[in-house]
């Protein structure tokens, strides 16, 4: 049976990689602490993961999403893990094993991403050649789909990096016993048309959730998330929702930062006119979560900007809520040393592509 705290810490498995490139788990993508995969993987999630029944350290990002009135992974388990799936319990699983990434995304770095790890090194003046090793990542899927009851699984997410810009996540898929009991889930940049034999194996699921992650439109979209084009990842998303796949779902993910928040409305507008549903009229989600641990970290918007976005959403709007609920004092120190050092290496600039904002950060 599922976790009565948090399904996830019962029927929760969230792979990833070590600093050393060795493979750990966890009960899901947010829990700080993970565990070495071995032999003895089923005993020892046990011991680690399921003794928990109530907020801890490791659970913080959930904790502070419910605190500040936002949708944490801990409520939404309950959605895709069943109680019971005939008669085995359900699982879920989340593979993040490649940081492979065309994008350099302002709230990312080079954990996450080749390009920022690129980038930073060609400004540093540092010629370092990066290699990945196909056959590690063949051997950490082996292992998870040696140890995981891959027949219990309803619920596949893979993260990144971009998940479509390698050939990871089809290894996976191949190998999965009923797909049509699974729910597979991408969170991508949408830069990526997935090729037709994607689209082939996408069809033997039971859904496809293609979350794209668009933080703005236009040019506010291609400054967050450079140097992806915004005119290329729309097409791609009408295009993708024009193929008409029976199977596919639509969803955004909107990554609240200190730039815009402010303009969340114009990208909520596209939406509703270009991307608002599947064909089968199943409704385009927004789901908006805070950027933290970076130079545009929410929590470091501008007092008088917050103030600003208070008064343009009503006061029960999510993003009103969310800016209300900030509890540390805002320090733009890190913003103002990003846009300094990346924007001209860029030629790309915050003020052009955030006008309205421009007297906030510069009192």
Partial sequence: MSHSFCRLLSNGYSFGLHRDNSLVVGP???FQKKIPVDQDLLTNRKKVFEIITGWTD????????????????????PDWIPDRVPSQSAIMVDINLDKECNAACVMCNEKSSTLWMK?????????LKLEKSTDLVNDHIERIVSLVPLDQMTYLKFVGGEPLFTDTHLKVLSQLPNPQN???HYTTNGS????????????????????ASIDGIDQQFNYIRWPLSWQKVSNNLIRLKQHGLHNLMFRVEFTANILNVFYYDLLEQWVKKNWRDNIFGDITEINVHPAAESAFNLNDMPLALRHKIQEKYPADHRLHLMVKNLNTKPDTTKFQQFVS???????????????????????
């Fill in 119 to 127: 980038e930073k090194n060609k400004f540093q003046g540092i010629k």
């Fill in 192 to 211: 990526i048309f997935p090729s037709q034999e994607v689209l082939d194996i996408w069809a033997r699921f039971k859904t496809i959730i293609f979350a």
């Fill in 58 to 77: 490791d659970c913080g990002h959930c904790y502070h999403l419910e605190q500040a009135n936002q949708q944490s992974l801990r409520q939404t388990g």
């Fill in 28 to 30: 899901c993508c947010l």
């Fill in 341 to 363: 050092q990346w924007d001209p290496h860029r030629e790309l600039y915050w003020h052009d592509c955030f006008p309205d904002l421009t007297p906030y950060f510069n009192k």
């Fill in 182 to 184: 699974i729910t597979v």
